[in-house]
């Protein structure tokens, strides 16, 4: 069983900083593309940042230039840093990756079970 666990949510005030950090564990073949999806109270999930496995970086343009993702293939871990926060950047955040489990005979799609993350002073 593949499992996707995500950490560092919480309340910043505006222009502040935080790290999402989530870690997919289990039986693990290989890890292609991983990103980050945001969904703020009545909004759709909206796509904000993806990472290959060779480390080439996407972002929306609502977050780039403040928010970096980055992987550690070896400990099988997405990170997001945001800098800059604004109160239009609260939202539930989730990452989500393609794995190919050990065994499987292709790449599924997981998500994480989603962390709130509230900008307000």
């Known amino acids: 069983q593949v499992q996707l666990v995500e950490s560092g949510g919480g309340l910043v005030q505006p222009g502040g900083s935080l790290r999402l950090s989530c870690a997919a564990s289990g039986r693990i073949f290989r890890i292609n593309d991983m990103g980050w999806y945001r969904q703020a109270p009545g909004n759709q999930r909206e796509l904000i940042a993806t990472?290959?496995?060779?480390?080439?970086?996407n972002y929306a343009d609502s977050v780039k230039d403040r928010f970096t993702i980055s992987r550690d293939n070896a400990k099988n871990t997405v990170y997001l840093q945001m800098n800059s926060l604004k109160p239009e950047d609260t939202a539930v955040y989730y990452c989500?990756?393609?794995?190919?489990?050990?065994?499987?005979?292709?790449?599924?799609?997981?998500w994480g079970q989603g962390t709130q993350i509230t900008v307000s002073s």
């Open positions: 990472i290959t496995r060779g480390h080439s970086t």
């Open positions: 989500n990756t393609a794995i190919k489990p050990t065994g499987a005979i292709g790449f599924g799609n997981y």
